[in-house]
């Protein structure tokens, strides 16, 4: 009861630098086999968006910087998104032998249309701040670093502010297709599963170093 919002940002000039998540060639110091690697970063992504889903609490994204991979992806999961001008977005995910995860498949057509989706998940399509702002993606976009930290916090203040069981409530009420989030979130990460085992996916990788 007493965490009223989720603040969510990046450390130093960048959000989120993405992710490379299937192709670590070792786990917490103990070196594993390709399948192993992908087993446990499936359950993981998986575990982190089906927790963002389940959350009745308002999530405030502030995109500091650059985002790319998962985090990009995620951002209509998000209640509150809020950039700065330097802020940039990319998921580079065909070019990368992936396909869309995040429950990203369902939300960017939802959210802005199957031809923008598709231009952000086959063409690699980089995304300004505005661009973003209009797509949806972003409500606010701040001139620098001080405005955005200023609105950030002045949306948590105000949220702290409010009844938490109305709060919590609101949100249950307009994220009333949260089963079908996590069953496409299922479907996404099994997809993953096939794509980060494939030689395909590991021959993009080697192409990469």
């Known amino acids: 009861p007493a965490v ?11 959000f989120c630098i993405g992710n490379e998540p299937a192709d670590a060639e070792g786990y917490g110091g103990v070196q594993l086999e390709k399948d192993a690697l992908v087993d ?20 405030v994204a502030a995109v500091n ?8 992806l995620l951002m209509p999961l998000f209640d509150f998104v809020f950039a700065t001008r330097e802020a940039c977005f990319s998921a580079c995910l065909a070019e990368l032998a992936q396909t869309p995860f995040g ?11 199957i031809s923008n989706a598709n231009e952000i998940f ?9 661009d973003a702002k209009h797509l949806r993606l972003v409500s606010h976009v701040c001139p620098n670093a001080n405005s955005l930290s200023h609105l950030v916090s002045s949306c948590a203040k105000h949220l702290s502010n409010l009844p938490p069981s109305a709060l919590s409530a609101t949100k249950r009420l307009y994220s009333r297709d949260r089963d079908r989030l996590l069953a496409v979130n299922e479907q996404e990460i099994a997809q993953l599963r096939i ?8 021959q993009v990788i080697q192409r990469l170093r």
């Open 65 to 72: 910087g650059p985002c790319f991979g998962l985090f990009f």
């Open 195 to 202: 794509l980060w085992q494939s030689e395909e996916f590991h």
């Open 103 to 113: 429950c990203a498949s369902h939300t960017f057509p939802q959210l802005m249309g």
């Open 4 to 14: 009223r919002s989720i603040v969510i940002t990046g450390e130093g000039s960048s």
């Open 40 to 59: 446990i970063a499936c359950e993981r992504m998986k575990t982190l968006i089906d927790t963002i889903i389940k959350l009745d609490k308002p999530i």
């Open 122 to 130: 086959l063409c690699s399509r980089q995304l300004s701040a505005d």
